[in-house]
């Protein structure tokens, strides 16, 4: 009876992405009603019958099953995928024609179209994460509205866009013939990343929320991977960020479940299977003369899994690697982290210089790091009084309870003047 | 003992899969756990929504559903219990209340009464 946690998710995605094929995507609806209806039916039946051996095999019977009605009732008065047209049209054909879209393979193929479709470029950045969130990783409109910590109505409206903007494309994005498969493969790559980071700097204050966000983006990433044409250099480098980054998890919480930087984690709780993993991608991605940004995260990702504790950090590579994601993607957040870099490897008045020096700086002040960078040199250099002001600027911008704890301690420590000198990030000044 | 029958009424409608699995995982514990402490008589069997209503000495057959959704009868198990009361106790930890539904609580009729 051990059901995955998550199962009828990451069914429904599968579900979908299979389904739209076969109605074509200006059915995404009707799809996703189906789906519906083999969850209800699941449901009613599961909980007096017990779970079927094969749970995931009989969804996806219901679902083709369900897709059978549909045609046969519908196939007078509806189009549908254009591709199979005249397959659906006689009894023949249709159900070996419907059989054939239920094959594993067929279903991977399925999800990877609706992968790309989902990152149509008509729509917005975020619009793609949360589309993909919603139609691949079978979140709710809620639930995508909590791991954005978004308002329900808000999250309503960007979704139902951006299904209009899906459901008007005409047809799925073709991942064997499109011709624009070089193009679109970069949205795709860049949307998985934002999901991820989502999970892991996101603001959503359920840990839970986070681990799982993260593990879908792998999971997608993942399937890049299998698809010979979109597993390039830069699809192997954005996989092996994911997984050196993830490797840290279990140890951004303590037991007491206060956050804990980078500088303090107990690295033994870091997944030894994951960083295995991130490097094994990360050799891959060296293939070939391109040098993206995920291939210089996971880099430094990667320098910090080399250091067994925080001091024996090699903060000269990276600084370097930081200055050369400068140069490829310049953001006023890789330039905060490259001024952290900077102040662990020069001390504390570098540190402070680098952060004046950031161009576009007000794009930050949101962001509660970046006070709390600034709170931090400035206890280091021993001025406690404007190291506990900035530290109270990053409560008032705190997103989550855990944050709010975490600055709540460092005001603290500006108040303990003996403490904050052997914090240990300081100890390699 | 005496026994009786539940019967889930409405409770269905539009969940995230999450839910769903949320929902049928407790529905699964409920049961079991009424199954462990020896009350329940036939764990029962879930009812489509749908079918054929025959009616009056005409036999007219009309198409289902024969009630408002939230109305619907969705399935039934039948309980063991001490009495009425208790019984009602049991159904209270049914998941259904959750998402709007109902069970109804009716006693089996006895040969003795």
């Given at each position: 009876m051990g059901l995955d946690e998550h199962l009828f998710r990451r069914e429904a995605g599968r579900m979908v992405a299979t389904l739209t094929r076969i109605f074509g995507v200006h059915n995404l609806a009707l799809a996703e009603d189906v789906v519906q209806d083999a969850f209800c039916r699941a449901l009613e039946v599961w909980k007096f019958r017990g779970v079927p051996d094969n749970p995931s095999a009989w969804l996806m019977t219901t679902a083709k099953n369900r897709a059978l009605d549909v045609l046969r009732r519908d196939r007078t008065v509806r189009n549908f995928a254009p591709e199979l047209g005249r397959l659906l049209e006689s009894e023949w054909t249709?159900?070996?024609?419907?059989?054939?879209?239920?094959?594993?393979?067929?279903?991977?193929?399925?999800?990877?179209?609706?992968?790309?479709?989902?990152?149509?470029?008509?729509?917005?950045?975020?619009?793609?994460?949360?589309?993909?969130?919603?139609?691949?990783?079978?979140?709710?409109?809620?639930?995508?509205?909590?791991?954005?910590?978004?308002?329900?109505?808000?999250?309503?409206?960007?979704?139902?866009?951006?299904?209009?903007?899906?459901?008007?494309?005409?047809?799925?994005?073709?991942?064997?013939?499109?011709?624009?498969?070089?193009?679109?493969?970069?949205?795709?790559?860049?949307?998985?990343?934002?999901?991820?980071?989502?999970?892991?700097?996101?603001?959503?204050?359920?840990?839970?929320?986070?681990?799982?966000?993260?593990?879908?983006?792998?999971?997608?990433?993942?399937?890049?991977?299998?698809?010979?044409?979109?597993?390039?250099?830069?699809?192997?480098?954005?996989?092996?960020?994911?997984?050196?980054?993830?490797?840290?998890?279990?140890?951004?919480?303590?037991?007491?479940?206060?956050?804990?930087?980078?500088?303090?984690?107990?690295?033994?709780?870091?997944?030894?299977?994951?960083?295995?993993?991130?490097?094994?991608?990360?050799?891959?991605?060296?293939?070939?003369?391109v040098l993206t940004e995920y291939h210089v995260e996971a880099a430094i990702a990667w320098v910090h899994t080399t250091a067994h504790e925080a001091g024996d950090t090699d903060w000269n590579t990276i600084v370097s690697l930081y200055d050369k994601l400068l140069a490829i993607r310049a953001s006023p957040v890789v330039a905060l982290n490259r001024a952290i870099a900077i102040a662990e490897r020069d001390g504390p008045q570098r540190g402070l210089e680098e952060v004046h020096a950031i161009a576009d700086s007000g794009r930050l002040v949101h962001y509660p790091f970046f006070h709390a960078a600034l709170g931090e040199f400035e206890l280091r250099c021993g001025r406690h009084e404007t190291a506990r002001d900035h530290f109270r600027r990053a409560l008032a911008v705190a997103r989550n309870t855990m944050e709010r704890q975490f600055f709540e301690h460092r005001i603290g420590a500006c108040e303990r003047p003996t403490t904050s000198w052997h914090c240990s990030s300081c100890a390699n000044e | 003992m005496s026994e009786f029958v539940f019967l889930y009424r409405g409770g269905e409608g539009g969940r995230s899969p999450e839910r769903a699995q949320q929902t049928m995982q407790k529905w699964m514990a409920w049961l079991k756990d009424l199954g462990a402490k020896g009350h329940i008589k036939d764990q029962g069997q879930p009812l489509e929504r749908s079918g054929k209503l025959v009616k009056g000495k005409q036999k007219i057959v009309t198409d289902g559903p024969f009630a408002e959704a939230k109305d619907v009868v969705g399935g039934y198990t039948l309980i063991e219990a001490r009495d009425l009361a208790q019984a009602v106790e049991l159904s209270k930890g049914c998941p259904i209340f959750e998402v709007d539904g109902a069970v109804e609580v009716r006693p089996v009729m006895k040969m003795n009464v």
């Open positions: 249709l159900v070996p024609a419907v059989e054939e879209q239920f094959e594993p393979h067929a279903i991977r193929d399925d999800e990877l179209r609706m992968m790309f479709s989902c990152c149509h470029p008509k729509l917005t950045e975020e619009a793609q994460v949360a589309l993909s969130l919603h139609i691949l990783c079978g979140f709710s409109v809620d639930e995508v509205a909590g791991a954005f910590v978004s308002s329900h109505a808000a999250m309503e409206k960007r979704i139902t866009r951006a299904k209009k903007v899906l459901a008007r494309s005409k047809k799925l994005f073709d991942i064997v013939r499109g011709e624009d498969f070089t193009v679109r493969l970069p949205a795709v790559q860049r949307a998985l990343y934002l999901l991820f980071n989502e999970g892991y700097h996101g603001a959503s204050p359920e840990s839970a929320v986070r681990t799982e966000l993260c593990g879908e983006a792998m999971r997608l990433a993942g399937l890049l991977r299998e698809y010979p044409p979109a597993s390039t250099p830069a699809t192997f480098a954005l996989g092996a960020l994911m997984c050196l980054h993830a490797a840290r998890l279990p140890a951004r919480l303590d037991s007491s479940g206060d956050l804990r930087s980078l500088f303090d984690q107990d690295r033994s709780r870091w997944d030894v299977g994951l960083v295995a993993e991130g490097q094994r991608l990360l050799d891959l991605s060296a293939a070939g003369p | -």
